[in-house]
């Protein structure tokens, strides 16, 4: 028996090809695209060109200075001894101290706008959050000098007298003895600390609500349904959807807790040596000794002052970076457990 099959049973017939579906972009869309291509392209150009200029301004110091700049705990260019061994350890705590600070503040915060409060008082305590990252720095400073300084002592010396046995909340005199004086107290890591730390939370309550308000509202109304208390939900549901957004905020405000310059240089009485008792008197930061020093700086430690720069760039590029990596992985939802 012999099959016949005709054009149409031979289309039928053959197998099924992905078609091609060539779209010509209108006026518009080629104009958006070009925007937005530029718009980036700028965005990137400018950062590898700051990247290069304190790459070229720094290479004079870095020359004279080779690896030990990074070790070096004085700031002497002058005499060709300098380093940010001692600016970067203090750098590196005021964050950390910010961040112990800022983490549940903003948390507790970003908690209570998705999920508790809600209507007309969700709105205005939301813009009242944001307003608060408009806040200038240098106001930030002298609240914390003027007012937070004198407020806060009280409590270094009573978190220095009970737990003294953890060493980097001991404070010594010279002689090694406890130190009670008020003086002890003031310009410390710990109160830059506070401050920075309260600037850095609008930024990561943002962060942190935008993912909360994500976690999908059939995972919450299951939760419910089981018999979960609000709470339950929220740790069952909102907290492991919103891990990536903790996360993410977290190392924002450590990115910018890292680069903050005015209140830090308020606020601090700079030394340069590594000083493991945060609650005493003596810290810096990398963006502090810049501001102290550029004005008198000359050519060559103005050089030293732009490898200073450039050290903070790198940190707080790479910070920023891995915090915007996470924030975008947490935005698929594959940080929930449903």
């Known amino acids: 028996m012999t099959l016949v099959l005709d054009e149409a049973g031979l289309a039928l017939a053959a197998p099924d090809k992905a078609r091609a579906i060539n779209v010509l972009p209108g006026l518009t869309d080629r104009i958006f695209r070009t925007v937005a291509y530029a718009a980036g392209g700028i965005t990137v150009a400018i950062m590898v060109a700051v990247g290069l200029f304190l790459s070229l301004r720094a290479s004079t110091a870095l020359r004279v200075a080779g690896f ?84 806060i002592i009280p409590v270094s010396q009573w978190i220095a007298t009970s737990f003294s046995w953890i060493p980097v909340f001991a404070v010594t005199n010279a002689d090694g003895s406890s130190a009670t004086d008020a003086s002890a107290f003031t310009s410390s890591a710990f109160i830059a600390g506070i401050v920075v730390g309260l600037m850095v939370v609008p930024t990561q309550t943002s962060i942190m609500r935008e993912a909360f308000t994500r976690a999908p509202i059939g995972e919450r109304e299951g939760a419910y349904a089981l018999g979960a208390t609000r709470w339950g939900m929220i740790r069952t549901v909102v907290l492991p959807f919103g891990t990536g957004g903790i996360i993410g905020g977290t190392m924002l405000g450590l990115g910018r807790a890292l680069g903050e310059t005015i209140a830090v240089y308020m606020i601090i009485s700079p030394i340069f040596d590594i000083n493991w008792q945060v609650l005493k008197t003596g810290s810096n930061s990398v963006s502090a000794l810049i501001a102290l020093r550029y004005g008198e700086a000359s050519d060559f430690g103005l050089s030293a002052l732009m490898a200073a720069g450039l050290v903070l760039f790198v940190l707080t590029l790479i910070v920023n970076f891995t915090a915007s990596s996470i924030v975008a992985r947490s935005r698929s939802g594959a940080e929930s457990d449903g």
């Open 68 to 151: 030990s700049f990074l070790t070096q705990r004085a700031w002497a260019p002058e005499h060709q001894i300098f380093g940010v061994g001692a600016v970067l350890f203090g750098t590196v705590t005021i964050a950390l101290i910010a961040l112990a600070i800022s983490l549940p503040l903003s948390l507790g915060t970003a908690l209570l706008l998705s999920e508790v409060v809600g209507g007309r008082l969700r709105g205005v305590l939301v813009t009242l959050v944001d307003l608060m990252a408009a806040v200038p720095s240098i106001v930030f400073g002298l609240w914390g000098v003027y007012f937070l300084q004198a407020e």
